[in-house]
C-alpha cells in the first residue's frame, strides 16, 4: 500500500520561487509523477522521476529521493495563471496513488 | 487529438436510483483508470483495466459499484443504489505502456455527481 503526505496551502507572491514537498511510503516503488489541476478542471501532468536527482522543465523543477522518499516540486517566476492544487502521485506496479494535494495561491 | 472523453458532465439524481458514467479513452491507450475525488479524500483510484480486463478492483467501495470495459474505446462506472455519500468528481484517465514507466495519465474533464 502507499501512504502519500503533502501540506494543505501555501501562499507566494507572483515572480517568487515556490517548494512544494511530498513525502511517501510504499512497498514497490516505480516512479513520482507531479500534477497540476486547476479548480474545476482535470488534473494535468507536470513532471516524472523515478531515479534520484532533479528534473528541470521550464520553470518547474521536481527532486527525488527515493532513499528518504522525499520530492519536491520547485515553481520559479511564479505567475497567477500557477494558482492552483499540486499532486503528486505515486506508482505501483499497474497503480498510481495520489496525495491530497497542495492548493498554491499566487497573489500581485 | 482528441483526449479522455466522459459524459456526462454534471450528474444530480435522487438517493437510490441508478447513475451510469460513460468514459471514451484516448486512441490507443491500453490502461483506463477510474478513479473518485471528494475534498476529504482527494482523489482515490476506484477501478483500472488492461487491454480492456480489470487488473484491480480493489479501491470500489462496495458492491453497489460496479464497471465494465466492454471494448478498447469505452467504459462504464455503475453506481445502483445510488447513496448522498457518492456525491463526488468521478475522473476517468488513460494511459499507454501500461504504469510501469514513464507514461502520464490522461484524464478526462470528470463527471460531477450529486445524489440527493
Redesign the interface.
Known sequence: GQNIDQPTEMTATEGAIVQINCTYQTSGF??L?WYQQHAG?????LS?N?LDGLEEKGRFSSFLSRSKGYSYLLLKELQMKDSASY?CAV?E?????????NQVVVIP | DAGVIQSPRHEVTEMGQEVTLRCKPISGHDYLFWYRQTMMRGLELLIYFNNNVPIDDSGMPEDRFSAKMPNASFSTLKIQPSEPRDSAVYFCASSAQGATYNSPLHFGNGTRLTVT
Do not use: I
Open positions: 516505480n516512479g509523477f478542471e482535470a488534473p494535468t501532468f516524472y523515478v499532486l506508482r506496479v499497474g497503480r498510481l496513488a495520489f496525495g491530497k494535494g
